[in-house]
């Protein structure tokens, strides 16, 4: 019999910034707004690698609880015998020694994407969850809404017949008159030493619907890793401004397009149409943009006929809620479940999709800093204490 209990997961926080902020606010909404009464969530610790006055400042931000323990360090946050998991905020470029050290300290771990900045990383932190025997899950929020579940099954139940070819795009209008774009040369989307660029920040959104409509879907024994081929912009400061991507799985004769760009626009006016493009031989699913949050899909059947479904994000009482409490969910479920991967996006996954990345990177010569890119574990790595 099933408790009438909601299952409570106790977070730490590791870092501070934009995309922790949405997070722990979407952690901190009434999960009752969105139907959801078997899980919940409590946010306990927060660490900045800068100061402990600048995680208690995040606290008092997002509107915690004021019991919830401020840290200086990742070190104090991943020893803390409260916290039950912990999701890696910071910037892709330390993501392999931030979940490395939270990994290795045998906490759970829910890790923000791009998951690493090379394959290799990816797979030791594979290597060292399972050894660990603790949860794992790149976060990759958009697998778990709702609307991405129904294209899903759509797919699974042969709505549209055989897929044989997705497009995804996902880029930025942010071109300049002087050739540059809108960000600091210094901004992480540019940066090469914070592994900056379009793929693994916004490409990786464009990629996850190629995979989760081609890949994913298929029985386990028939996945395989598809074939890749880039084109690839460097921006001047040596990261990549637009790639596009394309796959070939052949034991399925599906294709995927990926794109993205720093330079164009996918929605350039507001009201353009669809970002994704899922093509069957029974029709087409088109997923509306932004790809990392769209909100309405559209189903349009060969010989004509066609369905729009929207699929609103639940908001609370001041209008708060972004779609991020979706993938905490299913962390929580599977805490609750004693499972260490989730379904919805498994380890291997993660790991041919993080093959993917690299090898187009590598084929448009993009090449990022020794620091960022090797794969031993070091505790005392500066990207784990902020010290340099």
């Given amino acids: 019999m099933a408790s009438s209990t909601p299952y409570t997961v106790r977070w730490g926080i590791m870092a501070t910034g934009w995309i922790a902020e949405v997070f722990t606010k979407d952690l901190l909404a009434d999960p009752a707004i969105r139907n959801v009464h078997d899980v919940r969530h409590e946010v306990v610790a927060v660490s900045s690698s800068s100061s402990k006055d600048r995680a208690a400042e995040f606290i008092q931000k997002v509107k915690a609880p004021s019991s919830a323990?401020?840290?200086?360090?990742?070190?104090?946050l991943v020893a803390d015998p409260d916290v039950d998991i912990i999701y890696v905020a910071t910037p892709?470029?330390?993501h392999f020694q931030n979940a490395m050290l939270a990994l290795?300290?045998?906490k759970n771990v829910l890790c923000e994407k791009a998951l690493t900045v090379t394959a290799s990383q990816a797979r030791k932190l594979v290597e060292m969850a399972r050894e660990k025997g603790v949860f794992f899950m790149e976060a990759v929020w958009t697998r778990y809404f709702p609307l991405s579940i129904q294209v899903r099954k759509l797919i699974a139940d042969g709505a549209i017949g055989n897929v044989y070819r997705t497009i995804a795009d996902l880029s930025l209008g942010n071109d300049m008159p002087d050739g540059k774009v809108k960000f600091d040369?210094?901004?992480?989307m540019v940066n090469p030493a914070l592994a900056g660029g379009a793929l693994l920040d916004l490409g990786i959104y464009s990629l996850t619907w190629v995979f989760q409509t081609l890949y994913h879907v298929q029985p386990e024994e028939e996945k395989e890793a598809p074939t890749v081929v880039a084109a690839v912009n460097k921006y001047h400061t040596g990261a990549d401004e637009a790639t596009t991507v394309i796959v070939q799985f052949p034991k399925h004769r599906s294709q995927g397009i990926a794109m993205t760009s720093l330079r164009v626009a996918s929605d350039v006016d507001g009201q353009s149409g669809a970002a994704i493009r899922i093509q069957g031989s029974a029709g087409e699913i088109q997923v509306m943009h932004p790809a990392y949050c769209p909100l309405q899909y559209k189903v349009i059947k060969k010989g004509g006929g066609a369905e729009v479904v929207d699929c609103p994000i639940p908001k609370d009482e001041?209008?708060?809620g972004q779609g991020m409490f979706w993938e905490a969910d299913e962390c929580a479920r599977c805490l609750r479940d004693g499972q260490k991967e989730?379904?919805?996006l498994p380890w291997s996954?993660?790991?041919v999709i993080m093959e993917v990345m690299e090898e187009a990177l590598r084929q448009g010569g993009v090449v990022y800093p020794e620091v960022i890119t090797n794969d031993v574990y070091d505790a005392q790595n500066p990207l784990n204490t902020g010290k340099r």
């Fill in 185 to 188: 040369d210094s901004h992480r």
């Fill in 318 to 320: 001041s209008g708060w």
């Fill in 92 to 94: 892709h470029s330390h």
């Fill in 69 to 76: 323990k401020a840290y200086g360090s990742y070190h104090e």
């Fill in 342 to 344: 989730s379904k919805g």
């Fill in 104 to 106: 290795e300290a045998g």
């Fill in 349 to 351: 996954e993660s790991v």
